[in-house]
Structure formats: structure tokens, C-alpha cells
């Protein structure tokens, strides 16, 4: 993200905040129940609303205009939170000085989710994890990592801080689980950052995600490159594209890679290349969503991304109310599915849900 682009999403927060407050100030002025009640819950229902349309819908609006839906969603964040702080205010009655007092206090929640939600954009964490079985017999350690969607929110020395501490995992091989670039990535960019994670050298295996061949890319003035550029560049750094396709990692290892549900190429599980079922198997589908999938496979464990568990609160809790497995570890037939936040996020410097994760897995034999 370029300093203008993020001084003019920090003024867009501000004007925000300035609107919403200013068209309020009757109402601040008075204890009046009702109306305050049916108000709150408007505003908490738009607050769903515009962080839906951001991250859900995709039309050209929503990509062309999404830096003002999120300045709205930041600053609709900062008046709900003023008014649930600012309560026992109303409730003594004290008007002198009352609306004061809750500009301030709406100014300085607005800037501090915007405050958070950066921060917690530029700051990526491992994630640990150990899974036993009866078919591993000897101990495996990898990084997965998805969603990077490089050249959007996140600086580079963010991102190559983050490939350095993989690195020191000392992991066995590397699983990039799809939308490393999106259709805001450069064809420069997008070279740039399969040099770096084929720079490693750890063995690294990547699958597709729904944005990496920028499908949507005229949204945006593109797309920037074409999906036999971007296959060249993955395959030229030394990384290893698996599309219906596995991999033996070991005698009783192996990895197998999902096209992403979006291509109509995908096979149905019927149709894929068999694997050793004395093998555990790894299986990378970027979508968490394709549950009968999941289940005809049989795999000990998936890994997914795609849905950034969220990223702007709360549709974490929106997604999972829907069905949809969002974050976190879920169950479907055999396999254990752990579906991570993603490295990143999508295109706005703001993240107000879980954190940016990588994972760290270690498979052990069963004690």
C-alpha cells in the first residue's frame, strides 16, 4: 500500500467519523430510549453490512470504492463502541459538556480500531500445532501459509521478516495454500515474491486459490499477467504446483494438492490419481467449504484458508452461523480440517478479527 493511498484511507475514516457523529448530535443531546435503541441496532446491523459487502460480494463497486466502505465500517465501529462506553453519561442525564465528551470518545475508539486493525495487519505470528497418528512413523515438521495476496496490505519487509522466521522453523518442505498474489498484484510483484519463497531452499508445494490467476482482474484496470505467466514464474523458482495432483513426501507421507473449487477444471474425487492409503495424507484445498469433498477423500487432515477468518469483525461469527467453516479446527468424516486466518489479508491495511498466522505442524507417530 502506497503512503498516499493509506493517508487517503485514514482521511476517509476521519470524514467518516465526522458525518456519522455530526447527523447524531440531536439525538446525543437526549436520553431518548427507544430511538437510541432502534438506532443501535441499525447501526450494528449496517456495521455487518459493510464489512459483508467488502470482503463477500464481489462487483466492480465493491473493488472500485472498498477503501470508503471500509473507512464507514471503521468509524461505524467507533460510534457503536461510543455508545455502549458513553452509557452511564446518558443515563445520569448530564448534557452539559455530554456531547463533548462523546465526540472525544467516539474520535479516539474510531482511531484506535483503526490503530489496532493496522497493527494487527503488519503483524504476523506463528501458530503451533501437533497432530499423532498411526500412520506417521517417523516425525514431520512444515509451514503452511496462505492468502499473502502479496502487493496489497501488507509492506515487504513484512512479508520477508515473515519467509526469514519460517525458514528458522527449520520445517522439512513448505505448503502455500493458494491467493499468494490476487488481481491487485503486478506482474512484478508477483515474480518477485515466488523468488523469495523459492529462494528458501526447503522443498515447497503450492495449490491454486480463487484469486491468484486474477479471474476479476478488469475490476482493477487488469489482469496483470496471465495464468501461464504466473505458472512459469512458480515453477521456475524451484516450487511445486499440485492441481489434482500428490506428491510422496515419504513412505508414509503424502501431500495432495486441490485445484481450487472456482475452476471448472476441478475433478470430482473419483477422478483423482490414487495415493498409497497407507500413507497419512495432507490434503491442501484452499476452500474449507467443499464438505463432501473433504469427506470422499478420506485424508487425515486438511488445510484450508480463503476465508481470513473473517477479517472484519464479526463476520468470524457470521460465516460459522451461516454453516460455513470459518476459522479454527472442524470435524467431517475422517478428516480433521484446521482452517487458518491466512498470512495476510485482502487489500485494506485492516484487520479487526483473528490475527495473520502461519502454521507450524508437527506429525508424530502415535505414543
Known amino acids: 500500500m502506497t503512503p498516499f493511498l493509506f493517508v487517503l484511507w485514514v482521511a476517509q475514516v476521519l470524514g467518516s467519523y465526522a458525518i456519522l457523529f455530526l447527523v447524531q448530535i440531536p439525538l446525543r443531546k437526549r436520553p431518548l430510549w427507544i430511538i437510541r435503541t432502534v438506532l443501535f441496532l441499525v447501526k450494528a446491523?449496517?456495521?455487518?453490512?459493510?464489512?459483508?459487502?467488502?470482503?463477500?460480494?464481489?462487483?466492480?463497486?465493491?473493488?472500485?470504492?472498498?477503501?470508503?466502505?471500509?473507512?464507514l465500517y471503521v468509524a461505524m465501529f467507533g460510534d457503536l463502541l461510543t455508545d455502549i462506553v458513553t452509557l452511564p453519561l446518558v443515563i445520569k442525564r448530564k448534557s452539559k459538556g455530554c456531547v463533548l465528551i462523546q465526540a472525544i470518545v467516539c474520535l479516539v475508539l474510531t482511531l484506535a480500531v483503526m490503530i489496532y486493525g493496522t497493527i494487527n495487519m503488519e503483524t504476523i505470528r506463528p501458530k503451533y500445532h501437533t497432530y499423532e497418528s498411526s500412520k506417521i512413523t517417523e516425525s514431520h515438521r512444515f509451514v503452511y501459509l496462505s492468502d499473502l495476496h502479496y502487493g496489497s496490505a501488507q509492506s515487504e519487509k513484512v512479508v520477508v521478516n515473515a519467509i526469514n522466521r519460517i525458514v528458522s522453523e527449520n520445517p522439512d518442505f513448505i505448503l502455500l495454500g493458494g491467493d499468494i498474489t490476487d488481481e491487485h498484484t503486478t506482474k512484478a510483484e508477483m515474480e518477485h515474491i515466488y523468488q523469495l519463497l523459492g529462494s528458501t531452499g526447503i522443498p515447497t508445494f503450492y495449490t491454486y486459490g480463487n484469486h491468484d490467476r486474477q479471474p476479476e482482474g478488469d475490476f482493477v484496470g487488469g489482469p496483470f499477467y496471465t495464468p501461464a505467466e504466473l505458472e512459469e514464474a512458480i515453477k521456475s523458482n524451484g516450487i511445486t504446483i499440485l492441481k489434482d495432483s500428490w506428491v510422496q513426501i515419504s513412505s508414509d507421507l503424502v501431500v495432495l494438492g486441490r485445484e481450487d473449487f472456482s475452476d471448472q477444471s476441478r475433478l470430482p474425487v473419483a477422478e483423482l490419481p490414487a495415493w498409497p492409503k497407507e500413507s497419512f495424507v495432507v490434503l491442501l484445498d484452499h476452500s474449507p467449504y467443499q464438505t463432501?469433498?473433504?469427506?470422499?477423500?478420506?485424508?487425515?487432515?486438511?488445510?484450508?484458508?480463503?476465508?481470513?477468518?473473517?477479517?472484519?469483525?464479526?463476520?468470524?461469527?457470521v460465516?460459522?452461523?451461516?454453516?460455513?467453516?470459518?476459522?479454527?479446527?472442524?470435524?467431517?468424516?475422517?478428516?480433521?480440517?484446521?482452517?487458518?486466518?491466512?498470512i495476510t489479508g485482502w487489500y485494506f491495511p485492516l484487520r479487526t478479527e483473528a490475527h495473520c498466522n502461519y502454521e507450524v505442524v508437527d506429525l508424530v507417530p502415535s505414543k
Open 292 to 317: 463432501e469433498d473433504i469427506v470422499a477423500t478420506g485424508a487425515e487432515l486438511q488445510l484450508s484458508g480463503h476465508t481470513h477468518a473473517g477479517q472484519f469483525f464479526p463476520l468470524q461469527v
Open 319 to 342: 460465516y460459522n452461523l451461516t454453516g460455513h467453516d470459518a476459522y479454527g479446527t472442524y470435524h467431517h468424516g475422517d478428516t480433521e480440517l484446521y482452517v487458518s486466518p491466512g
Open 45 to 71: 446491523f449496517l456495521l455487518i453490512l459493510l464489512a459483508y459487502m467488502t470482503m463477500s460480494i464481489s462487483v466492480k463497486l465493491v473493488w472500485n470504492s472498498g477503501y470508503l466502505f471500509v473507512g
